[in-house]
Nanobody
């Protein structure tokens, strides 16, 4: 079992920055084999995939965050990060960390990001 714990959410003004962190722990499979993803779910909307990073470090993003968000990982520390810059009110959501490797999938509990003046 792999436990994922997100942190770093909070209230930020439009144009500001936040860095989300996701810490993995447990006796499950080796962290480095997992594709790590950040999802978000805004009030009244479906959960959407925001960014992903493979075990080899390849990254992908939804169009609305390209150039503003950066996903990264530290396999030695079993951490994944989401650096969010130039935040907009529409980025307001609960952000979830996700780990997937074949049939294995794990979710964190989420961290709330609110972008408001």
């Amino acid at each position: 079992q792999v436990l994922l714990v997100e942190s770093g959410g909070g209230l930020v003004q439009p144009g500001g920055s936040l860095r989300l962190s996701c810490a993995a722990s447990g006796s499950g499979s080796i962290f480095s084999i997992y594709i790590m993803r950040w999802y978000r779910q805004a009030p009244g909307k479906q959960r959407e995939l925001v960014a992903a990073i493979t075990s080899g470090g390849s990254t992908s993003y939804i169009d609305s965050v390209k150039g503003r968000f950066t996903i990264s990982r530290d396999n030695a520390k079993k951490m994944v990060y989401l650096q969010m810059n130039s935040l907009k009110p529409e980025d307001t959501a609960v952000y979830y960390c996700n780990a997937v490797a074949g049939s294995l999938e794990h979710w964190g509990q989420g961290t709330l990001v609110t972008v408001s003046s």
